[in-house]
């Protein structure tokens, strides 16, 4: 069997690595974003994703994005690859979201209390 140099440089060539997001994944970067207090224009800096790449995904009109760009937002906000893409706690996001909570017990226990105000 002969194999030509073009079907080897094919081969060669590694696909760029694609990960479909939830439907929330744009809720939880927007989230995330907000818990540094980071504009989108923040995020890119961080990042080096532009900017409305960070708008397009945040509003979900771009559902797909390569895994060297979600590494990249997940890291800068401090979050799992998995919660951030699909949702799913890891146990380091687990205590930060757990000090989060005891760091504002007060304020969120008066919301609950009259939620009406707030």
Do not use: Y
Not at 47 to 57: D, F
């Amino acid at each position: 069997m002969r194999i030509e140099n073009s079907d080897v440089a094919k081969s060669d060539r590694p696909e760029p690595c694609r990960l479909r997001m939830d439907a929330d994944f744009g809720r939880r970067l927007r989230t995330a974003r907000g818990w540094h207090g980071w504009t989108p224009d923040d995020l890119a800096l961080q990042t080096g994703v532009t900017p409305g790449e960070i708008e397009r995904l945040e509003a979900a009109k771009k559902p797909i994005a390569g895994a060297d760009v979600l590494v990249a937002l997940a890291d800068a906000v401090g979050v799992s690859l998995e919660w951030l893409t699909c949702g799913k706690v890891a146990a380091k996001d687990a205590t930060k979201i757990i000090a989060a909570l005891e760091d504002n017990f007060e304020a969120i226990c008066a919301v609950l209390a009259n939620p009406k105000r707030h």
